[in-house]
């Protein structure tokens, strides 16, 4: 087991599981922070952390903090990896990376100067339902690729100030939970030949509420894919090719069902991809050994994977027409 010392940078809900991840997989949480002193203390007697940090940037100068796991809001992402890049700790960036491609270069180039590893927090690409999908791909089960469909969609709150509907912290569908088809897409994939929107819906705040797309690809396979964070649907997906069809059970990013099933409809396996947890502990295995191993990224998850997953959401939201202040003037290309 790694003595690795972990820093977690906020306090919400995602940080809570992923904290909770840590300590099941028996990981070394050395230190938490928050704005709030009272806030980290709260957090680190919840979860065993070693030290509490009323200031990220305290939390980011502790010689115990080797890793930083980034859960701020979208729009901090940037700011909170920067300051751990230069105290010389590698990072974990919660997705998406960033809130437009632009900045995600520039984290990607600061992480490479300053000779960290660095990786989005896509924790799905980790799970083992996934590695299995990946396998039977390049085992050739499911024959010549064809297409994949997949959702997600949460009935989220309608408040306006929460975080999802506040355009001045990166609210909407398409970054918080489209980022997980289309990451999907991209890890089956790769970039796509062509980009297609088909519907979107947007909220009183001007955040997107729901989002439809479909991309192509030269081989001519196709992605369809839904997001939408005001109603709650399926949450499957499936991958389809000439020989026979991957089935991902609801809910397909979390730990889950994969079945393999003929054209014909006749079951070829079923593999159980539940584990302890929610399964976020896979990707801080990952993150540690690319410390230990001193790779720069993941080869599962590579920071070229998540520029390419925001440079297409950069320009989704150039055809459904939401900015962010990060994305400068309007004529100014984000990417």
Not at 105 to 115: M, S
Not at 255 to 280: C, H, K, S, Y
């Amino acid at each position: 087991m790694s003595a690795l010392g972990w820093g977690i940078m906020a306090t919400g809900g995602i940080a809570e599981a992923f904290a909770a991840d840590l300590r099941l997989d028996g990981r070394r949480l050395a230190a938490v922070g928050s704005r709030t002193a009272a806030k980290a203390e709260q957090f680190a007697k919840r979860h065993g952390a070693e030290r509490a940090h009323g200031s990220y940037e305290s939390l980011v100068s502790d010689p115990a903090v080797d890793i930083v796991y980034v859960a701020t809001p979208h729009t901090h992402h940037l700011e909170g990896a920067l300051a751990a890049i230069a105290a010389g700790k590698s990072v974990l960036v919660e997705k998406p990376l960033t809130v437009n491609a632009a900045e995600a270069r520039a984290l990607a180039a600061a992480a490479a100067a300053a000779g960290v590893s660095a990786m989005e927090a896509m924790w799905t690409r980790f799970l083992p339902h996934m590695v299995r999908l990946r396998q039977m791909i390049a085992e050739g089960e499911l024959g010549e690729l064809r297409g994949l469909t997949v959702d997600h969609t949460q009935k989220l709150p309608d408040d306006p100030h929460h975080r999802i509907n506040d355009l001045a912290l990166g609210g909407g569908a398409l970054l918080d939970l489209g980022v997980y088809p289309i990451a999907f897409a991209q890890d089956i994939f790769g970039p796509p030949a062509s980009v297609r929107v088909k519907s979107a819906s947007f909220g009183p705040t001007g955040v997107d509420k729901a989002v439809t797309g479909e991309f192509t690809y030269a081989s001519g396979a196709t992605a369809l894919w839904v997001t939408a964070s005001d109603s709650a649907g399926p949450n499957v997906a499936a991958v389809l090719g000439s020989k026979a069809q991957a089935h991902l059970d609801g809910v397909w990013y979390t730990p889950t069902e994969l079945q393999l099933a003929a054209t014909d409809g006749a079951v070829l396996e079923v593999f159980d991809g539940r584990t302890p947890g929610r399964g976020m502990q896979f990707q801080a295995r990952e993150l540690e050994r690319l410390v230990e191993r001193g790779l720069p990224t993941s080869e599962i998850m590579p920071l070229a994977d998540s520029i390419q997953t925001l440079a297409i959401m950069d320009q989704i939201r150039a055809e459904i027409g939401v900015r962010y202040a990060a994305d400068g003037p309007v004529g100014r290309d984000p990417r």
